[in-house]
C-alpha cells in the first residue's frame, strides 16, 4: 500500500517542519544578531568616516608638491603614498582606473586630476598647498587649488559603496551560512536515520525541495528582518544619506538571494547527501563553498575600487558567481538593466539543470550509509 503524500503536499509538509525547527533554534537568533551588529557597524563606519590613506600618483616635475602634500594631510593624521609615473597621460589613466585616488598634474600652482571629486580633507590640504605657494611671490593674491575631474561627481558615491558592501555581506553571510545549513540537516539525517522515517511518507525528491524551500525561507525572513532594520537606522541615524534607488537595490538583493539559495542549496544539499558522516562533510562541500568565496573574496574589492572594472562584468553574467556580484553592481549602479536581466535569465536553465543532477544524486544517495560515495556512481546508481 502506498502510503506517500501528493507532490505539493508532501514539499510544504518537509517545508513547514524545517521553517518551524529553524526559526526557533539559537542559530537563526544569533545569526540574526550577528547580521545586525554587521549593518550597525556600517551605518556607524560611515558616520566616522572611513579611511585616511590616499595614493597620488607624481611625474618628475610634481614629486615635490607630492611631497608637501604628504607632510601636509600627515600633519591632520591622513597617509598618503606617492606613486611615480612617466607622463600626464598615465596619471591620469591610473586616476580612471582607480589605481590612484590624485594625479598631481604640472603646471602653475597646485594643479590636481582626480576620478569624480575629492573628499573634504584632500580639497583642503590642496588649498593650503596652493595659498603656501603663492604667498612666497609677491604681488598674487591666493588662490585654491586647481582641481579637474575627469568623470561628473556623484554625490551619492559614498552612500553607494556602503549599499553595495552591506549587500556583498548580507548575501555572503545568508548564502553560505544557509546553504551549509542544508548540508548539515541533510547529513544528520542521513547519520540518524531520520532520513528513513521521512521517505516513508515522502519521496526523495519532495524532501530535497522541502527542505531547500523551508530552509531558504527562513533565511529570507532573516535578510527581510535584517535589510529592514539597517534602512531604518540608516534613515534615522541622519549620518548617511540613502542613495536613489535603495528600494530597489534591497528588492533586487532579495532576488537574487532566492535565485542564488535556490542554485547553491540544491548543490549544498547533493554534496552533503555524498556522506553520512558531520566530520566528513566539510570536504564534500568544499568546491561549492569556494563558487560563494572566490566572487566574494576577489570581486567586491575590485568592485569597490573600480565598479566598472570589466573582468567582473562579465563574470557577473554568469550563474555561479551572478548571485554575489550582480547584487554589488546594481547597488554601485554599475549594471544597466539588461545586464541585470541577462544574468537573471541565465540562472533559470542553470538551476533547472542543477535541480535535476542534484535530485539524482540526492535519491541515489541519500539511504547509503558508510564510507562517502563518489560523484559519478550518486549519478549513475539507479
Known amino acids: 500500500m502506498n ?3 501528493g507532490p505539493a503536499r508532501g514539499v510544504w509538509l518537509v517545508a513547514g517542519r524545517e521553517i518551524s525547527t529553524r526559526m526557533r533554534g539559537k542559530s537563526f537568533v544569533l545569526g540574526t544578531l550577528l547580521m545586525l551588529a554587521i549593518v550597525g557597524g556600517l551605518v556607524g563606519f560611515s558616520a566616522l568616516g572611513g579611511t585616511n590613506e590616499r595614493t597620488a600618483a607624481v611625474t618628475a616635475q610634481s614629486a615635490q608638491t607630492g611631497e608637501a602634500l604628504r607632510a601636509q594631510l600627515q600633519a591632520t593624521g591622513g597617509k598618503l603614498a606617492l606613486r611615480p609615473v612617466a607622463d600626464a597621460a598615465e596619471g591620469e589613466r591610473l586616476v580612471r582606473e582607480g589605481e590612484v585616488d590624485v594625479f598631481l598634474a604640472n603646471g602653475s600652482g597646485v594643479s590636481a586630476v582626480v ?7 584632500l580639497r583642503g590640504a590642496l588649498d593650503v598647498l596652493a595659498v603656501k605657494a603663492v604667498l612666497d611671490q609677491a604681488g598674487r593674491a591666493p588662490e585654491p587649488a586647481q582641481v579637474r575631474a575627469l568623470t561628473p561627481a556623484d554625490p551619492d558615491r559614498g552612500s553607494r559603496l556602503m549599499l553595495a558592501f552591506a549587500t556583498a555581506m548580507l548575501l555572503y553571510f545568508a548564502l553560505v551560512g544557509y546553504g551549509v545549513t542544508v548540508a548539515q540537516g541533510v547529513v544528520e539525517e542521513k547519520s540518524s536515520r531520520v532520513v528513513e522515517l521521512l521517505l516513508a511518507a515522502v519521496r526523495p525528491w519532495q524532501l530535497l525541495a522541502g527542505k531547500v524551500i523551508g530552509i531558504g525561507l527562513v533565511g529570507l525572513t532573516q535578510l527581510a528582518l535584517v535589510a529592514g532594520a539597517g534602512l531604518a537606522a540608516a534613515s534615522a541615524s541622519g549620518v548617511v544619506t540613502l542613495p536613489g534607488g535603495t528600494v530597489g537595490t534591497v528588492a533586487g538583493m532579495i532576488g537574487w538571494y532566492l535565485l542564488g539559495f535556490t542554485l547553491y542549496a540544491t548543490l549544498f544539499a547533493a554534496t552533503g547527501a555524498l556522506v553520512s558522516r558531520q566530520e566528513d562533510m566539510q570536504s564534500v562541500i568544499t568546491p561549492v563553498m569556494m563558487l560563494l568565496i572566490l566572487p566574494f573574496a576577489a570581486g567586491l574589492p575590485l568592485l569597490l575600487r573600480n565598479p566598472a572594472d570589466r573582468l567582473v562584468e562579465w563574470a557577473s553574467l554568469l550563474p555561479p558567481f551572478a548571485p554575489m556580484l550582480m547584487p554589488i553592481r546594481a547597488a554601485l549602479g554599475a549594471a544597466p538593466l539588461w545586464q541585470q ?32 560515495t563518489k560523484l559519478a556512481e550518486a549519478l549513475s546508481r539507479n
Open 3 to 5: 502510503t506517500q503524500l
Open 115 to 121: 576620478d569624480r571629486d575629492t573628499d573634504r580633507e
Open 341 to 372: 536581466l541577462l544574468a537573471a535569465g541565465l540562472m533559470l536553465p542553470a538551476i533547472g539543470l542543477l535541480l535535476w543532477l542534484g535530485g539524482r544524486v540526492y535519491a541515489n544517495t541519500v539511504l547509503r550509509v558508510g564510507s562517502r
